[in-house]
């Protein structure tokens, strides 16, 4: 039996539950509306997989009905927590708070999932570790999700007992007023984060807003009507580019005028979220002390430069009372300047690499800071997204958590280069940061020895409802020494120069083996959809494989013909690999629909016509 967290306590009994036509589910009589939808919930479940539809009833006491699912509410117990109890004639959900049925639920659910109409009788007493436990899904860098997946995310967050989503926007939000900067971007509207933030508080989610408030600001500072704010002059003129686009176009903090945008946009944007935390971002302001606000940089310093600014966004949120996000990476370099930030606000400590260590994590506990751990599931820059890399990552963050209590994991999930990833791709690493959080203790998913085994197979049989268990493995070989992302083929259109370096260090057979493994990963993955129960996220996976195939046929020819390394074994007429890349971003553009507004997906198919266009022009 596979369960995603792994219960604080599980203890199997002899026999069964036998599930039958006329069993019931009796909610106890301190059930309220809340406890019924969790029933209905259960109902559809249970009529999914066996279909049968039970009946719901109501009971006048704390009565545990034979042959019923039984949702009982008792006192003094913990928030989130939960006992399942799996007799031989019952089963029964007891809890406090109504977050405690909703987990037991989804704990439930898994079991289901597993077994036949006889469920194994068992005992299971379950807490969470960290009280917060986030995902954060960007929302921004070139993929506006449709309202109905961000529910669908929603609801498979909820499902891994995750209780905190944000959203990442630097510019696609349909503000007032800036109508030219999102008119070509499909931008989520009031409305929909409205209803998006009313479905969450049924599924214990708490929707954070997330916006960039400070740097990341490429498309609004590139704008006629806002191109005087950027910090460097010039840029709006510069021709389009995905490198620019992460790296420049901070603030121009010496205007005032900065400071009313930014005001701005938190006054239209604060009051869609019942959630009393907003992250205001701050990351990455590389050009900050660089141009416009030099002078001021050099006679206070970069580091109080940025502070001043922070403080300033801060206290026009906090006068929302609201508790203030920010991302560490920035005050780290100015630990000195810290005591002049509010002790109040929560840093949001990142790092992706799979070898960090602990000392961003220490630094902040010692400065007595609230902070979250901040890892990443490796998704973006690519088609398919790390797995033992990112794994790890999460694995060492969530562990530097515990050591120094830290109050919450946020697991991040980025799009940079146009958001080329595909959701299915990013589930695993979402899933194993789910599991940590709610129990790091859990020493199959928490192995010291970087040994992700059977969590990659509980992902695998519970996500994907894959019974062969292969899934996530498959996706770890296909990724474990990958080198040829969609990032090269980005650098391939707007930093040849430099991408030309790093193709001298390859030979040709190492993309060959790269090749061969996409090919062999992505037959396999095909071969597993006939007996496979997601098979739409596994179709994600087929295409985002073939992509990666592509993109190294595409580098293996651009080695012959510009590097002189010819394939002995793989030689490719360019005007047909053309056309199989025209195919295969047809194919893509298909999936892509099906669980996003259109967006910026034109600035992915420039990439692809400007390789296509070399290919036909050798």
């Not at 510019?171 to 931008?187: L, N, Q, R």
């Not at 990032?487 to 391939?492: D, G, I, N």
């Not at 993309?511 to 997601?534: F, G, P, R, T």
Request: overall charge negative; proline content about 2%.
């Amino acid at each position: 039996m596979y369960l995603i967290p792994k219960p604080k306590k599980y203890k199997e009994k002899e026999g069964f539950f036998k599930l039958k036509r006329e069993t019931i589910i009796n909610l106890s009589y301190y059930c309220d509306f809340y406890g019924l939808d969790c029933a209905l919930e259960l109902q559809k479940e249970i009529k999914d997989i066996f279909g049968l539809k039970l009946n719901i009833n109501k009971s006048i006491k704390n009565t545990t009905l034979k042959n019923a699912i039984n949702i009982i509410k008792v006192d003094e117990m913990e928030e989130e927590e939960y006992k399942l109890i799996i007799n031989n004639d019952s089963i029964e959900i007891i809890a406090t708070f109504d977050s405690g049925i909703f987990y037991g639920i989804q704990t439930l659910k898994q079991i289901l999932k597993q077994s036949s109409n006889l469920i194994r009788s068992l005992e299971i007493e379950d807490k969470p570790y960290f009280k917060n436990r986030g995902f954060f899904h960007d929302t921004t860098r070139g993929k506006v999700p449709t309202l109905e997946t961000l529910k669908q995310l929603v609801d498979k967050a909820a499902f891994y007992k995750i209780n905190q989503i944000q959203l990442y926007i630097e510019h696609t939000f349909a503000f007032k007023g800036m109508s030219e900067v999102w008119v070509d971007k499909d931008p989520l509207t009031s409305e929909e984060i409205l209803i998006l933030d009313m479905y969450c508080k049924k599924k214990n989610v708490e929707l954070i807003p997330a916006l960039s408030t400070f740097g990341h600001l490429y498309e609004v500072l590139r704008t006629k009507s806002f191109y005087k704010l950027c910090e460097m002059d010039g840029m709006e003129d510069d021709e389009y580019s995905f490198y620019e686009r992460m790296a420049h176009h901070t603030l121009d903090v010496s205007n005032e005028e900065s400071l009313k945008l930014v005001e701005n946009m938190l006054e239209q944007f604060i009051p869609l979220f019942t959630s009393k935390k907003f992250n205001i971002c701050g990351d990455e302001t590389f050009d900050l002390g660089k141009g416009k606000s030099k002078t001021a940089a050099d006679k206070i310093g970069e580091g109080k430069l940025y502070i001043d600014f922070l403080n300033k966004v801060v206290s026009i949120v906090k006068g929302y009372d609201k508790t203030v996000m920010f991302w560490g990476d920035v005050i780290l370099g100015h630990t000195d300047l810290l005591d002049e930030v509010p002790e109040d606000l929560i840093c949001l400590n990142w790092d992706y690499s799979n070898e960090i260590t602990e000392e961003k994590t220490r630094i902040m506990s010692e400065l007595k800071r609230e902070q979250y751990v901040s890892p990443g599931v490796g998704s973006w820059n690519q088609l398919v997204s790390y797995m033992d890399k990112a794994f790890e990552n999460i694995r060492r963050m969530v562990n530097y958590g515990v050591k120094y209590n830290a109050t919450g994991v946020l697991n991040t999930d980025w799009g940079d280069f146009g958001h080329i990833n595909l959701l299915a791709s990013s589930m695993p690493g979402m899933i194993y940061g789910a599991a940590l959080s709610w129990n790091p203790n859990d020493e199959t998913s928490n192995n010291l020895e970087g040994d992700f085994t059977q969590i990659y197979k509980a992902i695998s049989r519970i996500e994907y409802g894959d019974k062969s268990l292969k899934v996530v493995s498959l996706l770890n070989d296909l990724t474990k020494n990958h080198e040829i992302r969609w990032e090269e083929v980005v650098a391939f259109k707007e930093r040849y120069g430099t991408l030309k370096e790093k193709l001298e260090t390859f030979d040709v057979e190492y993309l060959e083996n790269e090749y061969n493994m996409a090919c062999k990963v992505e037959e396999q993955l095909i071969s597993l959809l006939k007996d496979i129960e997601n098979k739409y996220d596994i179709q994600e996976l087929v295409i985002a494989t073939e992509g990666m195939g592509l993109f190294n046929k595409f580098f293996i020819t651009v080695m012959k013909y510009d590097l002189g390394k010819e394939s002995s074994k793989l030689i490719y007429e360019p005007n047909k690999l053309a056309e199989d890349i025209e195919v295969w971003f047809y194919d893509y553009s298909r999936i892509w629909r099906m669980r996003n507004k259109e967006s910026e997906l034109y600035r992915i198919r420039e990439v692809i016509q400007y390789i296509c266009k070399y290919l036909r022009g050798i």
